[in-house]
Each structure stands twice: as structure tokens, then as C-alpha cells.
């Protein structure tokens, strides 16, 4: 909610993560990584997992490991179905060392018969990801992940883990923070660690939410590091006796959990956000940005269905007023300035800022929904209209409704899988 994700970057991120001509087990025993999580998520965002011990890294990295994709859950697939197959990206190694003595991570794209899976989340943001590139586009973004620590009363309720955290305006409380500090800065030594870029921890809106920043890269590994934060804070949570919740409204009277994407798009090291000539509304930005934020806009109803994918989520953007007196999420589809009541915020002439996902999403399909909705504004050239303007329908107010509404589009559910071959299928060139 409160720190810029993205602070005005001068040039595209260089390429994070280990080179991809190195191998698994190379890079594993230089850490002194014994086992590996090779990991993928459902559509549902859970992060599903084999514990691979180094010494089978090579016959992971050729051949993958296998799951039962219906035991996994949420992923489009029956016991009868053959396995899925997790192919690691060797890009996405990262030493765990911090949460278990000898732990990694690799996240993997799911394959089936041999071919990407058109119903995994990684593939789908990889492959829109690829499409865009193919015409000269790249989306990087930055993400805000906000998050409660709580932990279980005699009574079995569930309250604030620190119990002098009850101010009624908490948000940036300096003491707040120290009383967390061993678990804020376990949380920030293993992003400076992992190369990340961490830049602040704060204490947020709600009484128990804190939020932690790191640099923006490249989507892809952008969602990558938002599933591998969100285990990382967990993890190191329950080492403390702590649980930490990133549901997008677990308090009625407190502000939810959001995820806040800061989103701009590049041509190599060129941004093509700024304004290099006309602006028309004054904000800094190129006609090309604005048509993004016009896309945004547009598809807001049906992309809500993604990034605010839960029943909960609707108790997060339905809430009137909460105990600090804002809620900080978006009730309309608007955009404007600097001003965190729109949808699409923008804080500078660098970016945008999309405010409208919670703790809930899947990070792929999130950054999947933003950068297809975005280009079909870009590619048919809408405007966005006067800054501050509600444009077209309201927000959902139901998952319900926001079902429906992604149910009623064309805008992606044909076009995010129709370049990925299905199982059994003959491969499609993309259109």
C-alpha cells in the first residue's frame, strides 16, 4: 500500500537468477543445497512439491519429476489422467538455506505427454510472456505482498500474534516494528541473500500486517519470487510460533491483504511508459501506457475473477470502512494520479500501478490477467478517458459476478491457451 515498488527505473532490469547453461547440481552443491523443492502452483496458487536430493538433480533437470495432477488438486485433471511431469527452469534455483540447513527451490513448468500444460499456471504467464516479446514487448513489474502475523488464543480464536499491536492508526509504527523485528529482518536478510533487492519492511493499515518490498524484474520472475516469498514468510512465521495469513480479509474490521502490481512495459532497455512527445492527460505518460491502463480499465470486471479469485476477496473490496477509517481497495473501475482510491493508480511517469488484486491470487495468472488486458488496450488503441472518470462497469461484488463477467469475455479465455498444445493434440501455431 505504501511504498513504490518500482522507483522510477532508468533502465530494464538486467536478467536475474543463475545462468541457464549451469546446471542444477552444480549450482546446489556450491550453495551446499542437499535437497531441492522442485515446485509448481495450482490455479489455485498452492505450491505443490517433490523433496529431491542432489545427487538425482541430473535426472530432474532431463526428465523432471512426476505428480498425480488430480491428487495435486486444481489442475484440470482426473485420476485417470496421465502424470504431470514438473521440468525444472534452472533460472528459478534459489538457495533455502536460511528456512532448513541444505534446502532449495527450482520452480518448474508442468508438462503432460511430453508438452507444456496448457492448464499450469507458469506456462500460461510464460507463454504470453513469449507472445509478447515476439512483438517487441516485455512486461516488468514490481509487487506489494501485505500479510497479517497472528497466531491461536486458549479460546481458539485467532489474534494478532503481538498483543501491544492495538493502536488504532498502526500503520508505519515504529514500535510495532521492533516488536517483529526478528521475524521482519530473517524475512529481509534472506531477500538480500537471494539477490532480491529488498528495500523496506513496514508495518501496514491493519493492526498485525506488515508488507515487504523487493526490486522488479521481469514478470515471470516477479510471480516466481512472489510464490517463493510468500513460503519463505510462512516458513520463518512458524519458526516463531507465529502464522502468517495472506487472506485477503481475515478481520471484518480491518483493511485486507492486497497485492499490488506495479506493471510497465519495455523493448529491450527502451521503457515505453514515459511520454516522448504528446501527453494528453498530463501524467507523463506515452500514448502507449495509456492505452495499457485503457486495457486495465476495460477488462476489469472479467480479470478480477484472477486476481481477486476468492469469496473473501469481495469481503476485501465490498468493506465500507474499517478500524484506521480506509479501506485502501478499489471500489470502481477508475485510474488517476497519485491517489490510492482508483484501480490504476499512477505514481509516476515510469509505471502503473494495479491495485485491485489481493493475497489470494495466483501470481502467474494475476501477472497473466494484467499483461493480456493491458495489450488488448494497447493493441486496439482505447483510451483510458480523463483521469479520475469512472469508465464502464462497476466492479465486481461477488466472485460470483466476477465469474460471470470472465465467463462473458473473449478477451483471454481463448487466446491463453490456444498457442500451448494440449495432451494428445498436435502442436498450434499461435495466431
Partial sequence: MTVPVIP?????????????????TSLAKADGVRFLLAMFTTLTGKPCAKLVPVEAADALEGEGVGFAGYAAGGMGQQPRDPDVIAIPDVRSYTPLTFVRPGLGLVHCDPHVEGRPYAFAPRVILRT?????????????????????????????????????DDADQPCYDARGLTRMYEHLTAVSDAMVQLGWGPYASDHEDGNGQFEQNFHHADALTTADRIVTLRYIVQMLAEQRGMTATFMPKPFADRTGNGLHMHLSLWNGERAL?????????????????????????????????????????YKRTGATTTASG?????REASWGGNDRTHLVRVPDGNRVELRGGDGSANSYLAAAAALEAGLDGVHRGLDPGAPGARRGPGLPRTLLDAVHALEGTTWCAASWTRSIPRPGSAPTTPS
Fill in 8 to 24: 522510477a527505473p532508468a533502465q530494464a532490469p538486467a536478467a536475474p537468477g543463475p545462468d541457464a547453461t549451469q546446471s542444477l
Fill in 128 to 164: 504470453l510472456a513469449e507472445r509478447a516479446a515476439a512483438e517487441g514487448m516485455s512486461l516488468v513489474s514490481g509487487a506489494e505482498l501485505e500479510y497479517f502475523l497472528v497466531r491461536r488464543a486458549a479460546d481458539g480464536s485467532v489474534v494478532v500474534a503481538d498483543a501491544g
Fill in 273 to 313: 511508459f514515459p511520454a516522448s512527445g504528446e501527453d494528453p492527460y498530463g501524467m507523463g505518460l506515452s500514448r502507449t501506457a495509456y492505452a495499457f491502463i485503457a486495457g486495465l480499465v476495460a477488462h476489469a470486471p472479467a480479470m478480477h475473477a484472477l486476481i481477486a479469485p476468492t469469496v473473501n476477496s
Fill in 326 to 330: 480506509a479501506t485502501w481497495a478499489p
